[in-house]
């Protein structure tokens, strides 16, 4: 085998070897603080979707999802749909492909794994005074 073969059957190796650690990737599983929703997902043909809440609180104040965008602070109590998202309300007023990635990358959000049942991972108390 000369010098050129050999890169290029180190090359289809290394593809395939990446292709294969890909592929053999677990769906995405909760973390605590996340929010999970599949009051319609799963029932629509789509994984649960899995929201990173506190990677958005490090970036945003709460105000700006649960007053300026609408969030009630109750779990269970927002009836987020894809097609208001796709009319710019609830994430669809950032996840636009101008703020951040649109709703046309579904598998970005739409990244749990099935039968993950809606709710905050970790439980929606508090240590502190109330329930939020």
């Not at 208001?84 to 994430?91: E, L, M, P, R, T």
Request: with cysteine; proline share 4%.
């Amino acid at each position: 085998m000369n010098a050129a073969a050999g890169r290029k059957n180190s090359w289809q190796f290394k593809l395939a070897l990446l292709l294969a650690l890909l592929l053999a990737l677990p769906m995405a599983q909760a973390e605590y603080g996340d929010v999970v929703l599949n009051r319609y997902a799963e029932k629509e043909g789509m994984r649960p979707v899995v929201f990173p809440h506190w990677f958005h609180r490090t970036r945003f104040r709460c105000k700006v999802c649960h007053q300026e965008l609408g969030f009630k602070m109750r779990a269970g109590s927002n009836d987020v749909k894809m097609s208001d998202i796709i009319d710019g309300k609830f994430c669809g007023m950032c996840h636009n492909n101008e703020i951040a990635w649109g709703p046309d990358n579904c598998d970005l959000c739409h990244s749990g794994k099935q039968g993950l049942s809606s709710g905050i991972y970790g439980g929606d108390r508090t240590n502190g005074p109330g329930r939020w």
